[in-house]
């Protein structure tokens, strides 16, 4: 009877033990907030063969966190529903909002990182303009999906769940904004969708920075170009963009996009060009007037890898244009409307093109 007694002690205090020291893990657990915005992550597709054909922004962000249960392990996770919107269908306001909730979280003490659901369409432009303006070292990670959860492979979930750990990871801090797809952690500044059927869709011309596999991250290289808390422009003090648009380069181009846009208040016009940044010669004219309208203009390119070169195909010293550098046209616009929130001097502007 008394060893019994003594058993019965020893197992309620080893069970009590066991269940604190459980607790003490979990609250140890970093703190991780997903904003979810919507995309296809938070798609619902008819059936389970429907990977391409679905409604995308339907699932709300609690019911995303609940079905991934395996979130517990990694962090301490809250979710908030910041928009319920397919990416394609952002504003400038939209990216503000985003950016300004991203802002102030990250100055909570109780916030160790952050992950944003989002849609893939226009995810590389929301995760170039956080990592240009948010003042912080903390993870941010901007994730998405290229199958709605309801699909047979969905890759939501993986994808939610690499999110989850990079922004858990201390060894992520200080990278600037990533992107997790497909296994691969990206700069927010490089990545770009490149194909818009495969879950292997996201590339950077430079290479990702690494890999997440099974909850660890595998570093290879890190970001050269200026971000985060090393950017002179900051979310805090920008309340407006200006508007900046893009008009492409193609055989037989008119005038009449660029002529459009020129009209509509525009403060710059990203030129997506031919080749190293070409202009065709009936619209080098028309470019030149543009700047001599004030507006500035800057010279990027339709090829999605390689980058212009200054003064190549245009004197661009000659015409007071600016090069967008290896930016595509989407990107280029992006650092063109935050830069432009601080100057519109070009000498400033080519500079900003270089450090960005
Ligand atoms: N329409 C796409 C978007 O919301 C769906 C997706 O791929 O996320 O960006």
Same mark, same amino acid.
């Given at each position: 009877?008394?060893?019994?007694?003594?058993?019965?002690?020893?197992?309620?205090?080893?069970?009590? =033990?066991?269940?604190?020291?459980?607790?003490?893990?979990?609250?140890?657990?970093?703190?991780?907030?997903?904003?979810?915005?919507?995309?296809?992550?938070?798609?619902?597709?008819?059936?389970?063969?429907?990977?391409?054909?679905?409604?995308?922004?339907?699932?709300?962000?609690?019911?995303?966190?609940?079905?991934?249960?395996?979130?517990?392990?990694?962090?301490?996770?809250?979710?908030?529903?910041?928009?319920?919107?397919?990416?394609?269908?952002?504003?400038?306001?939209? =990216?503000?909002?985003?950016?300004?909730?991203?802002?102030?979280?990250?100055?909570?003490?109780?916030?160790?990182?952050?992950?944003?659901?989002?849609?893939?369409?226009?995810?590389?432009?929301?995760?170039?303009?956080?990592?240009?303006?948010?003042?912080?070292?903390?993870?941010?990670?901007?994730?998405?999906?290229?199958?709605?959860?309801?699909?047979?492979?969905?890759?939501?979930?993986?994808?939610?769940?690499?999110?989850?750990?990079?922004?858990?990871?201390?060894?992520?801090?200080?990278?600037?904004?990533?992107?997790?797809?497909?296994?691969?952690?990206?700069?927010?500044?490089?990545?770009?969708?490149?194909?818009?059927?495969?879950?292997?869709?996201?590339?950077?011309?430079?290479?990702?920075?690494?890999?997440?596999?099974?909850?660890?991250?595998?570093?290879?290289?890190?970001?050269?170009?200026?971000?985060?808390?090393?950017?002179?422009?900051?979310?805090?003090?920008?309340?407006? =963009?200006?508007?900046?648009?893009?008009?492409?380069?193609?055989?037989?181009?008119?005038?009449?996009?660029?002529?459009?846009?020129?009209?509509?208040?525009?403060?710059?016009?990203?030129?997506?060009?031919?080749?190293?940044?070409?202009?065709?010669?009936?619209?080098?004219?028309?470019?030149?007037?543009?700047?001599?309208?004030?507006?500035?203009?800057?010279?990027?390119?339709?090829?999605?890898?390689?980058?212009?070169?200054?003064?190549?195909?245009?004197?661009?010293?000659?015409?007071?244009?600016?090069?967008?550098?290896?930016?595509?046209?989407?990107?280029?616009?992006?650092?063109?409307?935050?830069?432009?929130?601080?100057?519109?001097?070009?000498?400033?502007?080519?500079?900003?093109?270089?450090?960005?």
């Amino acid at each position: 009877m008394y060893f019994a007694t003594r058993i019965r002690a020893f197992a309620g205090a080893a069970a009590l =033990l066991a269940a604190s020291a459980i607790a003490q893990a979990q609250t140890a657990l970093p703190n991780v907030v997903i904003l979810a915005t919507g995309g296809t992550i938070a798609g619902a597709g008819a059936s389970a063969v429907n990977s391409a054909t679905y409604s995308a922004a339907k699932v709300p962000v609690d019911k995303l966190i609940a079905g991934l249960p395996e979130l517990s392990k990694v962090a301490s996770i809250r979710g908030e529903q910041v928009f319920q919107i397919a990416s394609e269908s952002l504003t400038n306001d939209n =990216l503000l909002v985003l950016a300004k909730r991203v802002s102030a979280l990250a100055k909570q003490p109780d916030v160790d990182g952050i992950v944003i659901t989002h849609g893939t369409d226009t995810l590389e432009e929301t995760a170039y303009f956080l990592t240009l303006t948010v003042h912080t070292s903390k993870p941010i990670i901007v994730v998405g999906s290229m199958r709605p959860g309801t699909a047979l492979s969905a890759d939501g979930a993986l994808n939610l769940f690499d999110a989850v750990n990079v922004a858990a990871s201390k060894d992520a801090a200080g990278k600037g904004v990533l992107v997790t797809m497909n296994d691969e952690i990206h700069t927010g500044r490089d990545v770009s969708k490149t194909v818009n059927i495969k879950t292997e869709a996201f590339k950077s011309q430079w290479g990702p920075l690494g890999m997440v596999v099974e909850g660890r991250n595998y570093w290879f290289r890190a970001p050269v170009k200026r971000h985060t808390m090393q950017s002179e422009f900051d979310i805090d003090t920008i309340n407006a =963009l200006p508007p900046v648009e893009i008009a492409y380069g193609y055989e037989g181009v008119p005038a009449t996009a660029i002529d459009a846009l020129a009209k509509s208040g525009i403060k710059a016009l990203i030129h997506g060009g031919t080749g190293n940044g070409s202009v065709a010669d009936r619209i080098v004219p028309v470019l030149q007037k543009v700047r001599g309208d004030g507006i500035l203009v800057i010279r990027s390119s339709r090829v999605p890898d390689g980058f212009v070169i200054r003064n190549a195909e245009q004197p661009d010293d000659k015409y007071d244009w600016v090069v967008a550098h290896d930016l595509r046209p989407q990107k280029a616009r992006i650092l063109a409307m935050v830069a432009l929130t601080k100057t519109s001097d070009t000498k400033e502007l080519q500079r900003i093109f270089w450090e960005y």
